[in-house]
């Protein structure tokens, strides 16, 4: 694949370095296979910000990502690991959509505000967040005090505000279809996505990693 994409930084050994960290970080089972490596590329050229090889391989930069794919493929610990790989103005934090739903049960509509307007000081400057949403689809509709919230919903539709206004990036990761995020979050979620997404997609027929 090297040989395909014009690029100054060796991709082979970043992909080293990048297991050498999952190991580190999950324990000696963990390793990247060669199959995932197409998947890895892009990963590596988005966050990394390879305006070159990110033009190769149709990412547009100023969008977030979204990973998808089935379950065990590996889709939360690669984003953990990419944390690493991330220039320091662009880190995020991965969040459980399911830890969302829970804080929602217990601290109702705030949660809402806390994810789509959440602003850390930062050489005392106020700096919105940037989070990467996991597994999304996992959490249900939740009741705070008898009310049934799309918690996520209504903060991906906040972040998009954000996007558009402020190009603040969201990530995501979710073993959902298009036509499921359609179904679960409504056409106007799945649009505002598709406008603030990069899709990046593991084969349905990816390996269980567990």
Known sequence: METEIKTHYNYSEIILWLEKKGVELYGNHFKILETDH???YKLIAYFLKDEQTCFQLNINLNKGIMLSGPVGCGKTSLMNIMKHLTPIEHKFSVKPCRDISFEFIQDG??????????LRL?????????????????ENNLKY????????????LSRYDLFTSKKLQTHITTNLSASEIEQTYGNRVR????????LIA?????????
Request: proline share 3%.
């Open 38 to 40: 197409p998947i890895i």
């Open 109 to 118: 509509y705030e949660i809402i505000h806390k994810y789509s307007k959440d």
């Open 122 to 138: 930062r050489g005392g400057q106020p700096v919105a967040v940037r989070y990467c949403f996991d597994d999304l689809g996992i």
């Open 145 to 156: 005090f008898g009310n049934e919230c799309n918690v996520m919903a209504e903060i991906l």
């Open 191 to 198: 649009s505002r996505m598709r406008q603030m997404l990069n």
């Open 202 to 210: 593991f084969e349905k027929t990816a390996k269980d990693k567990r």
